[in-house]
Each structure stands twice: as C-alpha cells, then as structure tokens.
C-alpha cells in the first residue's frame, strides 16, 4: 500500500461517542429507572470528551468520531464542539442499533434516514462516514450506505489496509478495524465477568506493539477508543504515551478515517477477488 507523500503508514485515531445510547437500545426498561448505569456512559460526553478534545489539540492531531443520533439529540452542546473543532465526524446509528436486529432492509433504510434527519437538523452535517454500532454489518449494507451517499464504512475486519466492497450503486471503501485496537474489550469493566480491568500499561505494549508491526508492513492503524471508556484520567494518559510512541516513528500519516477512504478511493486498483458485499456476511 502507499501511502500520500511517501509516508509508511496511516493512523487514524477513533472515537465512538455512543454516551449511554447502547445501553438504552439493550435495555429500555432498566434504562428508564437506573441512574447508575447510564450515569456511569454520560462520564463519556460529560468529561471524558472534552479531554479528548484537548489532547487532541494539544498534540495538533485530527480524529474521527462516531456518533449515534440519540447521542446527538440528548448531548448536542458536547457534540457541536467535536465538530467546531474540526475534526470528523461520522454516523453510528440512531439508538446504536445493532443491524442484526434488522429483518429487511427496508427497516434497515428507515433508521438510516432518520439518523440523516438528525445530523441535518442538529449538527447541519451530511456525513459520510459510517461505522455500524457494535460493528455489526448485513450483507445489504454496503448497497445502502452508498446509496445514500456515505464514501467508507469503518466497521469490518476482513484487511489491515482498506479495501472496496463492490455494490450495485458502487463501490464502497472500507476502512477496517480490529478488536486488537478497541478499548472496550480491555478497560471496560463488565459486572460478574471475571475479565477485570486491563493495567494501561499492558494495553500501551498491545497497541504500540501493533503499531510497531504496522510500521514495519505499511498498513493502517485504526484504533477505536470510547470517551466513557478511554476518557478516564489514567487512560488519556496511556493514550499520550501511545501518541509519543507513534510520532518517534518516521514517515507516520495521522489523518482521519474520511482522509484515508479518500486516498484509497483514488489510489486503490479493485483487487480481483474482493468480491461484492454478499461474500462479506456475517
Ligand atoms: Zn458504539
């Protein structure tokens, strides 16, 4: 793969705003009454944003934030300033519907219209990009995501670089992700689990051990981060060691994901064999 400028690998720097969205979805009913549960995701928008933002701007880094409409409709002060700052933001469902809940596509198309509706009438934005709630996908996705006009999708596995998924109203780019590179399966704490709390510091060696290996093969390191998660003090910490490991590395293009979907749209030959979105299912 290359890279603009001659750089030796991308970096994108992620973040899933979902605040408590996920939890009212699984759980309506105790979603309505449990203050502690959904306190313990508002921590995400409240706090741990605005101190993504400014590492962000302390480091001068863009990022690309996701962002599910219930998100935007019930913290729309917090997410006006991810867009004021300039960075990218992307779509991330309504309620953070996971898509496998979708019997059609038609229903699929419904939800996907009424998350437009919102970022028109909140933010006044068109995304376009998408990364599907609990990176979930159905093999009529890609098609609809097209369709209305999105130019990546950031939710599948299937590369360390990006690739296209042919549909009948073209092709889309794809963006992958890794759970090697996603927060929540290390810090989250899930109660009754015996999984624990990952140390930071081990979660430093992962990521920057997978940046190394990235690095030295020219790919692309999407890490994918949660403000309720990675927000926490000690994590933004870990996560400014991770930034500092990065930058010592030669050659290294941060950009947000929109960035690198467009130098791979206009770079990327269609690899034969990449199939259409029916061999991507689930
Ligand atoms: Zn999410």
Redesign the pocket.
């Known amino acids: 793969m290359e890279w603009p400028n001659g750089a030796r690998c991308a970096v994108a720097l992620t973040f899933?705003?979902?605040a408590e969205?996920?939890f009212v979805f699984q759980n309506p009913r105790k979603a309505s009454c449990r203050l502690a549960d959904v306190e313990e995701r508002r921590f995400g928008v409240r706090t741990g944003l605005p101190r993504i933002l400014r590492l962000l701007d302390r480091f001068r880094l863009p990022a690309s934030f996701?962002v599910?409409g219930y998100t935007i409709v019930h913290h729309t002060a917090a997410i006006r300033a991810i867009r004021d700052a300039g960075h990218e933001m992307g779509a991330?469902?309504n309620v953070?519907e996971t898509l496998d809940i979708f019997a059609s596509e038609g229903e699929e198309e419904r939800v996907l219209r009424d998350q437009l509706e919102i970022w028109r009438a909140y933010l006044d934005l068109r995304p376009s990009g998408y990364?599907s709630?609990?990176w979930e996908l159905n093999v009529w996705t890609p098609a609809l995501l097209t369709k209305y006009g999105f130019a990546y999708d950031s939710s599948l596995m299937g590369d360390d670089i990006p690739y296209t998924i042919d549909t009948p109203s073209g092709p889309l780019v794809e963006v992958p992700v890794q759970w090697l590179l996603d927060d929540a399966p290390l810090y989250r704490h899930v109660r009754g689990s015996s999984n624990g709390i990952a140390d930071p510091d081990r979660v430093l060696r992962m990521w920057a051990q997978e940046f190394d290996g990235i690095h030295r093969e020219g790919r692309c390191f999407v890490l994918t981060m949660?403000p309720w998660i990675t927000g926490r003090a000690g994590r933004i910490l870990a996560l400014e060691q991770l930034l500092r490991h990065i930058r010592n590395h030669p050659g290294v293009w941060f950009a947000t994901v929109g960035d690198i979907a467009a130098w791979a749209s206009s770079s990327l030959p269609r690899r034969p064999g990449s199939g259409d979105a029916g061999q991507h299912s689930r």
């Open positions: 899933d705003v979902d969205s996920a996701y599910p991330h469902g953070h990364r709630p609990s949660h």
